[in-house]
């Protein structure tokens, strides 16, 4: 499901809203913009029942260049992380 999938499967469940798609537009946003945003700032963010976004640093290490084999320099990076909730495990693993 891509983002704008999302934003239209949410306007159309709640038509009753009366909402326009512009707001489900900006709300979709705004979350993956707050939760960039805490990622950033080194902050964890939990989503009872679906999951908890993290940062974990990756260590400098040296790496190969694959069309040469010279070997290069890897900087120190951070990257995020995604731990399934309890909830969401159990529905993907029923039966």
Same mark, same amino acid.
């Given at each position: ?24 537009? #900006? ?10 945003? +805490?990622?950033?700032?080194? /902050? @964890?963010?939990? =989503? ?9 640093? #990756? ?10 084999? +010279?070997?290069?320099?890897? /900087? @120190?990076?951070? =990257? ?16």
């Amino acid at each position: 499901m891509t983002k704008s999938e999302l934003i239209q499967l949410l306007a159309e469940r709640h038509a009753d809203q009366h909402l326009y798609h512009r707001d489900y537009q #900006r709300v979709v946003n705004r979350m993956f913009t707050e939760i960039s945003d +805490a990622l950033a700032q080194g /902050d @964890r963010v939990e =989503l009872r029942g679906f999951g908890a976004f993290s940062v974990r640093p #990756r260590a400098a290490r040296v790496g190969r260049n694959p069309r040469t084999g +010279a070997a290069v320099r890897v /900087d @120190r990076k951070f =990257l995020p992380f995604f731990k399934t909730g309890k909830e969401l495990r159990e529905r993907l693993n029923s039966e």
